[in-house]
Structures are given as structure tokens and as C-alpha cells.
């Protein structure tokens, strides 16, 4: 029996949660602003759970040790938030570059005179560079977009190679040479500095860990082009927010678009005030098929588990648990700490 948490209060404690496991729960489908530890798990634990997911594909607020101790599987949501996300990274840098939001103010202000040359002027991107940082499913899907729909040159920044990113955008250059037209090139920067250097528009898609807190500081600021575009869809704490303030203050002409936030749902003091900043409440997922997908997976996560069903072999390939004409395959769309509960994967 799933019980559907109808508490008015949007974001619920650690006491809310608590309660509301009570003395007998199977499974739990959480969410990103919910803080999963030790507290969470032992109660879930006493309850007789050993299933959880959050609906996110974040789970750094999940303290997954602390799961492993009390054996709970912990699900999370990949791939279906994919496209929507980098759409919204994509909508962001695009604002920014033409100032949407400050022309959109204006005209509501009731302050246009009529055309003039300089007004509203903003950037560019054909031809610029765009450099991603976490060049992964999100970060691999909006270097596409920037390449392939504003013919701009990429340079990325991510521990792994991104092979399939690096061979489309040789073949749209390869594709836009044929047809007389300037190729568009990749480079994969051997440091994130590179990237910062060098990148007209970057935009940062990593995991949030202990190697990516505050991976964008004032020293790291004060690399950027004076007028670059920084764009963060991925977890507020990537950035040192109140570096960023110092930052917007000191150059006008550079510009962020942000979607997350260091203290969410707080903005560091200053931000707010910031014309050269775009603030979106944690919006980049916030499609209906993907709402509905990161729902249906998260869901199946904790049925499977509940039902011991094994883990799916492709957490890059969950469409299968997406087809509203098709029963889902029997297992757990994606488990992130099935190998230190041995569980078994599906063969499916
Ligand atoms: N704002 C939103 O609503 C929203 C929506 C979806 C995802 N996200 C965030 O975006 C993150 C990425 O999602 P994804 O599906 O692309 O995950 P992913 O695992 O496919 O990609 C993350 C990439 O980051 C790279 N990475 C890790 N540490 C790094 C480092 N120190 N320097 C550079 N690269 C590093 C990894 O190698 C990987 O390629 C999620 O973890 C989540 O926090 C936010
Ligand atoms: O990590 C995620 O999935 C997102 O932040 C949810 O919108």
C-alpha cells in the first residue's frame, strides 16, 4: 500500500519524515531538499524498510554509507531528466546573452522611447566558445545544443572522455565544411582553469561532491572572460555564491544564469539585487514528462526493491520504464548503491 504524504507543507523535516514512517514502512520515495542520514535510515530501518529513492538524479543529500549500515537500497532518477534540463541550461545562457530579463523589466517599466542602436546590446554566440564543466548525460546534451544550434565552438572539461560528444560535434563539422560554412571544433581542456580561460559561455553540469563544492570561487571567477556567461543548473554549492555577488558587483558585463542556489531556497544576500543575474527556483526538471518520469522511476525503484526485483543492467537506458503502452521491465531502474548491497542485475 503506498500512502501519498498529503501534508500542506511542501518541504517536510527530518521530524515530518520521521512520523510519518511510523512503526511499519516498506519503502520511501523522497526528495532532493530532504536530508537522508543516519536519523532517516535507522528509523526507516526499525520500521522494517530497505527501500528508497530520492525523485532526483542528484542524491547528495543522501548519505549513502548510512544506507549501506542499515541495508537500504537507495534509488535515484537518471536520463529522464536529461533534455530538460539542458534545455533550461540552454534558455539560460540564451537570456543572458540577449539580456531577456533586463529588456523584459524595461518594456513592463514602461521605459522604451522607440529604437535606439545601443540598447539592450548583448552577445553574440555563433562563433563563440562554449565550455561545459561535467561533461556528462546534462552537460553532453546542452554542448549539443550550443554547438548544433548556435554553431559554437566547445571546450569541455570532465574526468572521462566524452567520446559520442567529441565525434558529433567533428561530424557537424565535418557536415558544415561540406556545405562552405566555418567548422565548429571541440577540445577536451586538460584543466577546468582551461575551460574558464578560454570559454565565452560556460555552463556547469557536475555532481555535487566534495570535489566539486565551490568549484567556482573568486580566484576561479576572476579567470572568466569580463564578459562571460556562467550558467549553473547542477547544485548551488558548485559555486561560492557569495564570491559570485562580489564578482557581479565588480564586473556589469559579465552575466549568470542560475537555477540553483548555495542556501536553497535563499539567495546569498546582493543576489537578488543583481541586474546581470537570471534566478529560476530550481526549475531545469520542471518539464511534465519528465516530472512524470522521475516520479515513475523513483516509484519503481522502491517497488522493485520491495518486490526483490534485481537491479536494471543501463541506468543510461530507462526508457523502457517510460512506455505507458508496456508493463516495465521486473527491476529497479537504478539503485546507486546496488554493488555494496549485492544485488543482484537483471539480465533483462
Ligand atoms: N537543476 C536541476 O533541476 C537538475 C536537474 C538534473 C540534474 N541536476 C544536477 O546535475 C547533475 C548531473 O546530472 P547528470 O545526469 O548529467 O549526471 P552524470 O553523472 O551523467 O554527469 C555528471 C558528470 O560530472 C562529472 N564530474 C564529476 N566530478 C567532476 C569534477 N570534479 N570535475 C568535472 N567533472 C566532474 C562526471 O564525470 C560526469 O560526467 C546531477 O548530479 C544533479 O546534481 C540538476
Ligand atoms: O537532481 C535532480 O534530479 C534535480 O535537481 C531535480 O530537479
Not at 548510512?66 to 539542458?86: H, S
Not at 537570471?278 to 525503484?301: C, D, Q, Y
Amino acid at each position: 500500500m503506498f500512502q501519498i504524504c498529503t501534508q500542506k507543507k511542501t518541504i517536510l523535516s527530518v521530524e515530518d519524515i520521521i512520523s510519518l514512517i511510523g512503526n511499519k514502512c516498506d519503502g520511501v520515495i523522497g526528495q532532493l531538499t530532504e536530508d537522508w542520514g543516519e536519523t532517516l535510515f535507522s528509523a526507516l530501518s526499525r520500521a522494517g524498510g530497505k527501500a528508497f529513492s530520492n525523485m532526483a538524479v542528484g542524491y547528495n543529500n543522501v548519505d549513502v554509507n548510512a544506507a549501506n549500515k542499515y541495508g537500504v537500497a537507495v534509488g535515484n532518477t537518471p536520463g529522464v531528466l536529461t533534455e530538460t534540463t539542458a534545455e533550461l541550461a540552454a534558455s539560460l545562457s540564451l537570456s543572458a546573452a540577449r539580456r531577456i530579463v533586463e529588456a523584459d523589466n524595461f518594456m513592463r517599466a514602461g521605459l522604451y522611447d522607440g529604437w535606439l542602436p545601443h540598447l539592450f546590446v548583448g552577445n553574440l554566440l555563433k562563433g563563440q566558445t562554449v565550455g561545459v564543466i561535467g561533461a556528462g548525460r546534462i552537460g553532453s546534451a546542452y554542448a549539443r545544443m550550443m554547438v548544433e544550434g548556435f554553431k559554437m565552438n566547445l571546450i569541455y572539461y570532465d574526468l572521462y572522455q566524452a567520446t559520442r560528444l567529441e565525434k558529433f560535434v567533428t561530424a557537424y563539422g565535418q557536415f558544415l565544411k561540406a556545405n562552405g560554412e566555418q567548422p565548429v571544433t571541440w577540445k577536451r581542456a586538460s584543466s577546468m582553469e582551461e575551460v574558464l580561460r578560454e570559454a565565452d559561455v560556460i555552463s556547469l553540469h557536475p555532481i555535487l561532491d566534495k570535489t566539486t563544492y565551490h568549484l567556482i570561487n573568486k580566484e576561479r571567477l576572476a579567470m572568466m572572460k569580463k564578459e562571460a556567461i556562467l550558467v549553473n543548473c547542477s547544485r548551488g554549492p558548485v559555486i561560492h555564491e557569495v564570491a559570485l555577488v562580489e564578482h557581479l558587483k565588480a564586473n556589469p558585463m559579465f552575466r549568470v544564469g542560475l537555477d540553483v542556489f548555495e542556501d536553497e531556497p535563499y539567495m546569498k544576500p546582493g543576489l537578488a539585487d543583481m541586474k546581470n543575474a537570471i534566478v529560476v527556483p530550481h526549475i531545469a526538471s520542471a518539464s511534465k514528462w519528465t516530472r512524470e518520469g522521475m516520479a515513475t522511476l523513483a516509484a519503481l525503484n522502491v517497488l522493485g526493491k520491495i518486490k526483490g526485483y534485481p537491479v536494471w543492467s543501463d541506468t543510461n537506458r530507462v526508457e523502457p520504464f517510460l512506455d505507458e503502452k508496456s508493463r516495465p521491465p521486473a527491476a529497479c531502474p537504478s539503485i546507486v548503491n546496488s554493488k555494496s548491497l549485492g544485488l543482484p542485475v537483471s539480465k533483462l
